[in-house]
């Protein structure tokens, strides 16, 4: 097996811990439409089992027993939350994880193409992009799924179906990267081999279908540890890492 021919890359989790800062969106959000909501952590670590902001809403006010907004008030909403998710993301306040601007600099030096796939809106991730690689970085992509650009989001495959095509690559021989159950499911429906950095909000969940586990993919200085799955061999995973993975257990 050669290196592979893509790596896509899932966002929220992923390249950043995000998730508190989406979860700090959408409360000042509600507050600014003076409704009386607040997601804490322990509650948000539930919503978070349904993707996609609106979806999640949605999700809230049926099983909280509150009144049902009308699709317009719920795409209202998430416009402010997706705004000032933005404006948090561009003050510079998130920084990627260990390990994602390494390889995907190695990947982008060895011709292996790159892709996002993800629930979260499109903004939210060109403002990530931009406020951790550069203006230029969202050109780096062969191909972004995001958002509602697909009907069903994750656990479907859908998003990861739409890269693919866009990218016409075989999945047995691309790599996704994820941190949660849904977007596992998602990436393996989609036939692609996975690993998995699980992040703050997805520690305590399970991952048999992974080639790998790891607390994050690691540097030179920064160690990554395996958590279960094939072990990186050494501090960091990089795309001799992965040409052994999927040598060793392709999809
Ligand atoms: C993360 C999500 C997203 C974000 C919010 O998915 O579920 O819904 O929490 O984003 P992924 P929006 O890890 O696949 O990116 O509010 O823009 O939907
Ligand atoms: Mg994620």
């Not at 609106?54 to 049926?62: P, V």
């Not at 994880?97 to 790159?114: N, S």
């Not at 069903?152 to 999945?171: S, T």
């Not at 990554?224 to 257990?249: F, N, Y």
Request: glycine share 10%; aromatic share 6%; hydrophobic share 45%.
């Amino acid at each position: 097996m050669t290196i592979p021919e893509a790596l896509i890359f899932d966002v929220d989790g992923t390249l950043a811990e995000t998730e508190d800062a989406h979860r700090l969106a959408f409360n000042a959000a509600f507050d600014a439409a003076g409704l009386d909501w607040e997601w804490d952590e322990a509650l948000y670590l539930k919503l978070l089992e349904v993707t996609g902001g609106k979806e999640r809403i949605r999700h809230y006010t049926g099983t909280a027993g509150l009144p049902s907004l009308s699709q317009a008030a719920v795409a209202a909403l998430h416009a402010d939350k997706t705004e000032r998710y933005v404006a948090h993301v561009a003050r510079g306040r998130l920084g990627l994880r260990p390990g994602i601007a390494r390889l995907m600099r190695e990947a982008r030096g060895a011709g292996v193409k790159l892709a996002l796939a993800t629930t979260t809106s499109l903004p939210n991730v060109e403002s990530l992009l931009a406020a951790t690689l550069g203006r230029e970085a969202v050109g780096w992509f062969a191909a972004i799924g995001a958002g509602d650009m697909v009907a069903a989001k994750k656990p479907a495959p859908d998003v990861y179906r739409l890269v693919l095509e866009r990218l016409r690559a075989d999945p047995a021989r691309c790599v996704a990267f994820e941190d949660s159950e849904n977007g596992v499911a998602s990436a393996r429906a989609a036939s692609l081999p996975v690993v998995v950095t699980v992040s703050r909000y997805t520690a305590h969940q399970r991952f048999p279908d992974a080639l790998a586990v790891l607390d994050h993919l690691g540097e030179p200085d920064e160690p990554c540890r395996a958590i279960s799955g094939a072990a990186p061999g050494g501090p960091a995973v990089g795309l001799a890492t992965l040409r052994d993975w999927l040598g060793g257990k392709a999809a």
